[in-house]
């Protein structure tokens, strides 16, 4: 199982930004996924996923500027951050698993995980 992210990069405060995650030896459909990010010296931190019930979540500091989406036939979940600001520098990951039932915020349930996109927003 491999787990790519794509669409990191460097923007400016106030822009927006729509991460990709192309999965291979896995299916997201069926199965549950979730999008998370670290900061600098920061914890983990769960943003948004989507459930193997195709039931989308997102956190609650993140809501009304994060929209979760995606593909089935190109295998791609997509999450779009609008409103970007420096906060929200950090590197950005998905993950998935093919035996969750539903979805949990609880990170150490996730088996197979991305290398990651960095995002750095520049004021």
């Known amino acids: 199982v491999q787990l790519v992210e794509s669409g990191g990069g460097l923007v400016q405060v106030g822009e927006s930004l729509r991460l990709s995650c192309v999965a291979s030896g896995f299916t997201f459909d069926g199965n549950s996924m979730i999008w998370v990010r670290q900061a600098p010296g920061k914890e983990r931190e769960a943003i948004s996923g989507i459930g193997s019930d195709g039931q989308e979540h997102v956190a609650t500091s993140m809501k009304g500027r994060v929209t979760i989406s995606s593909d089935n036939a190109k295998n791609t979940v997509y999450l779009q951050i609008n409103n970007l600001s420096p906060e929200d520098t950090a590197v950005y990951y998905c993950?998935?698993?093919?035996?969750?039932?539903?979805?949990?915020?609880?990170?150490?349930?996730?088996?197979?995980w991305g290398q990651g996109t960095q995002v750095t927003v520049s004021s």
């Open positions: 993950a998935g698993d093919t035996v969750m039932y539903g979805f949990s915020w609880f990170l150490g349930a996730w088996t197979y």
